[in-house]
């Protein structure tokens, strides 16, 4: 198994975070690892982006990655920062090949049969469906498994605890990202700790 499929399979759901203010990090981070979702990916859209990944690392159980990682740059930001993991929205050879030879933990986002050729030509097999329901919903999903099959999963965009079972019971799906768990502003660690804890029963 791959260090980013051993990832992937930890949770049923990763959250997507967006930190505002480096003091929201650790709350948060505490509360969604005490909930039952040790995988955080902090995404680079803040100032407060890179200084949250090395805070929430200091939370036992907490695998933290970096999301939104566009190029090179931006990766080795997020690795100096401490990311075990990088998430892309979409698919670069440049950033691939970069991704590969640190031999960092990296999950692309796709969103049609191009993108995942393009990665299979890379050696990569584990991507993030994204925007997920805006590229087509689960239909497109299953019809973009179906010709490679080799392939596993994380939809990302639009999902929520609703429709979040649906797509984890399609078994190319290892686990969903959603921004749901983790709403901006200053955490009330009560609420997201009881917010993860259900959504860390969604995969069961």
């Known amino acids: 198994m791959t260090k980013i499929e051993s990832i992937m399979r930890m949770a049923p759901v990763i959250p997507v975070i967006v930190v505002d203010e ?7 981070a505490r509360a969604l690892v005490a909930g039952g979702l040790p995988v955080l990916e902090v995404t680079l859209r803040t100032e407060a982006a890179l200084p949250a990944i090395t805070a929430m ?5 907490a695998i933290v990655g970096a ?5 090179p740059t931006d990766l080795d930001k ?4 401490g990311a075990e993991f990088v998430v892309s929205p979409g698919l670069t050879e440049l950033l691939a090949r970069a991704a590969i030879e640190k031999d960092v933990p990296f999950l692309p ?5 191009g993108d995942i050729m393009c990665g ?13 329901i805006a590229a087509g919903g689960l239909p497109a999903l299953k019809a973009l498994a179906a010709p ?3 392939c596993l999963f994380c939809p990302t965009g639009g999902i929520g605890p609703e429709n979040a079972p649906e797509w984890l019971a399609f078994d190319p799906v290892l686990c969903v990202g959603g921004s749901w768990v983790a709403p901006r502003g200053k955490p009330d660690e009560v609420q997201v700790e009881a917010m993860a804890r259900d959504a ?3 995969g069961k």
């Open 22 to 28: 480096i003091d929201h990090a650790l709350p948060l």
């Open 57 to 61: 690392k200091e939370v036992p159980g």
């Open 67 to 71: 999301g939104t990682v566009t190029n």
């Open 78 to 81: 997020a690795l100096d920062a």
């Open 109 to 113: 986002g796709i969103a049609n049969a």
């Open 120 to 132: 299979l030509d890379l050696g990569l097999g584990h991507f993030k469906f994204f925007p997920a």
């Open 148 to 150: 490679f099959h080799q």
């Open 200 to 202: 860390a029963r969604l």
